[in-house]
């Protein structure tokens, strides 16, 4: 399994606050998703970065990638209470059937704090 | 307008039951997916379709069967419903492979 990891698994920070978050996953990828989830809400997507980039921004979100560590980051600048959420990483292979899946990690659950 | 809907979000029923959970998405999208979260918010695929190619995932149990009548449309379909089963149940889809899933909100079954 390819699944990722997310660290830590709980994060409170106080409003306007940076938080970052990390992801660890076991094989190579095409690409990979970072997602926010509200409570009682499906998943959302937040960005996608490829295997062969290692940057990537989207407004507040500043996402990373490392394939030599295989990691990624998710970084929120200025955070909001709007953002306590948990956010997970997903990386995709091609499990060798012509098949797409998604591996989730097991999610950062974050605080932002007013 | 819903992306992806899912209809009941809250299905409470008994074991040893049958249920189906209902899924739409007015994206256009060509690829579907069945998800299952637990209490602990892990996140597992299910199935995936696309193009009438249906991708099983090995250890789900074949009481679980999604069945499509067209592109947006994935129904869900659980026979013999066992303890075991009580998660949320999400939908999702997207345009192609390798590119972001649209989820519904969830579906959350408790078997009593």
């Known amino acids: 399994s390819q699944q990722g990891e997310e660290d830590p698994q709980a994060l409170s920070i106080q409003e306007g606050e940076n938080a970052t978050m990390n992801c660890s996953y076991k094989?190579?990828?095409?690409?990979l998703q970072w997602y926010r989830q509200n409570s009682g809400r499906g998943l959302v997507h937040l960005i996608l970065i490829r295997s062969n980039e290692r940057e990537k921004h989207s407004g507040r979100l500043r996402v990373t990638l490392d394939t030599s560590k295989k990691s990624s980051s998710l970084l929120i600048t200025a955070s909001r209470a709007a953002d306590t959420a948990s956010y997970f990483c997903a990386t995709d292979g091609d499990s060798g059937a012509g098949s797409y899946q998604l591996t989730f990690g097991k999610g950062t659950k974050l605080s932002v704090i007013p | 307008d819903t992306a992806v809907s899912q209809t009941p979000k809250y299905l409470v029923t008994q074991m040893g039951n049958d249920k189906s959970i209902k899924c739409e998405q007015n994206?256009?999208?060509?690829?579907m997916y069945w998800y299952k979260q637990d209490s602990k918010k892990f996140l597992k695929i299910m199935f995936s379709y696309n193009n009438k190619e249906l991708i099983i995932n090995e250890t789900v149990p074949n009481r679980f069967s999604p069945k499509s009548p067209d592109k947006a449309h994935l129904n869900l379909h659980i026979n013999s419903l066992e303890l075991g089963d009580s998660a949320v149940y999400f939908c999702?889809?997207?345009?192609?492979?390798?590119?972001?899933?649209?989820f519904g909100d969830g579906t959350r079954l408790s078997i009593l």
């Open positions: 994206l256009g999208h060509d690829t």
């Open positions: 999702a889809s997207s345009q192609g492979t390798y590119q972001p899933q649209h």
């Open positions: 094989t190579s990828i095409n690409n």
